[in-house]
């Protein structure tokens, strides 16, 4: 492990001025939460910062809820988000996506603000065995591209990474137009999580929009018909403690035997997560007959590239639409 000084600051003023920063791995200072995924990274020589910032105690946990919708403190775990009984009620989406993520333990330690900003698990990235990783080093190439690329993205890649973005998380609350709340040295403002993470064009070291020092302090999430009756469909290579090989996020408002709104959001085969509008759009109006549904999941797959060993995720990607559509169609 690369030496460094833990900063254990006694309050959120203190800690920004260190302006640390999350997703970037040319930073000095980088912030720790529960540590479930910065700790294997620090200990695998992936980052080496000079200052490790523990948000320890300095950010709200609690997990509030009116008519208006949720919200989610950043130190709030995984688990208690996924045991609330709101949570589990008017977004079971996202209380599917949490507890279709790692295990027991991890949830109970692990943020909702950790969560969104965890880093990718491609191979390559946390292995410094191999030298070509734009996203570790900017310009050394990309090792993915023409190595094991099974676990890659589709949608939104560059030549510079393929790299699939890891929370399930995220999936469903892109989907629900969540927000997350930010506090930095130079004040509050909000984000859509669907503007969050950045695509990787030619910079997939810089992941997110965050400015330096900026930590989330809550995510926002809207209450809707379709937060209601919405579903999280995770398909991966074992029934736990594995990340999506493809996710959809489906939340839908119905009116009698008819999709009058759809949300729909896909994990594990975007470099971000993926919100599919032109699969929303053709779903709209629509019954849920498995011919048309199908002929709508198509539109996700337009502008969908394969790198060979990842291919088959054009097509499961499609089917996991379908199914979770049907899904979320069916509850009452
Ligand atoms: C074995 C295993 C299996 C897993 N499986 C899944 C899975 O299936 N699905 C899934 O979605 N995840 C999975 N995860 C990832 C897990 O969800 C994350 O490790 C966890 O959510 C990170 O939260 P944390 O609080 O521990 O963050 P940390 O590890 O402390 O931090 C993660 C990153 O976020 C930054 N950060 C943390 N909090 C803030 C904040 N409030 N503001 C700004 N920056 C911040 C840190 O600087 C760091 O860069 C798995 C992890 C493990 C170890
Ligand atoms: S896909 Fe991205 S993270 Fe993986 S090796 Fe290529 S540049 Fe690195």
């Known amino acids: 492990m690369h030496p460094f000084t833990l900063e254990r600051p006694r309050d959120l003023a203190a800690a920004l001025i260190l302006r640390a920063e999350a997703g970037r791995n040319d930073a000095p200072a980088e912030y720790i939460a529960g540590g479930t995924d910065m700790v294997q ?41 996924a045991a609330h009984p709101v949570v589990a009620r008017e977004f079971p989406v996202i209380a599917e996506a949490l507890l279709n993520s790692a295990s027991p333990q991890v949830r109970n330690q692990a943020t909702m603000g950790g969560n969104l900003l965890q880093r990718t698990r491609c191979p390559y990235f946390r292995d410094i065995g191999y030298a070509d ?3 570790r080093t900017p310009g050394s190439g990309c090792a993915a591209l023409k190595g094991e690329n099974r676990w890659h993205a589709i949608l939104g890649t560059s030549e510079a990474c393929i790299a699939a973005h890891p929370s399930d998380l995220a999936v469903a609350l892109v989907a629900l137009d969540a927000v997350v709340e930010l506090r930095g040295p130079d004040g509050e403002r909000s984000v859509p999580v669907a503007r969050l993470h950045r695509l990787p064009g030619d910079a997939p070291h810089i992941e997110t929009t965050l400015q330096p020092g900026e930590v989330i302090t809550a995510i926002v999430v809207p209450a809707s018909p379709a937060a209601r009756r919405s579903h999280y469909l995770k398909v991966r290579d074992r029934a736990s403690f594995e990340f999506a090989v493809v996710s959809a996020a489906v939340a839908l408002e119905m009116e009698g035997e008819r999709i009058k709104e759809a949300r729909v959001a896909l994990g594990g085969v975007g470099t971000k997560p993926w919100r599919a509008p032109e699969v929303e759009a053709a779903l709209s109006g629509a019954s849920l007959d498995p011919d048309g549904l199908r002929q709508a999941a198509a539109l996700a797959a337009q502008n969908a590239r394969g790198y060979g060993h990842n291919t088959f995720k054009i097509e499961l990607m499609q089917r996991a639409i379908v199914r979770a559509v049907e899904t979320a169609g069916g509850r009452a």
């Open 133 to 135: 990783c734009n996203k």
């Open 41 to 81: 990274l620090l200990q695998e020589y992936v980052r080496r910062p000079d200052r490790v910032v523990s948000l320890a105690g300095l950010l709200d946990d609690r997990i509030g809820s009116t008519q208006q919708g949720l919200r989610l403190g950043a130190a709030a775990t995984m688990a208690d988000v």
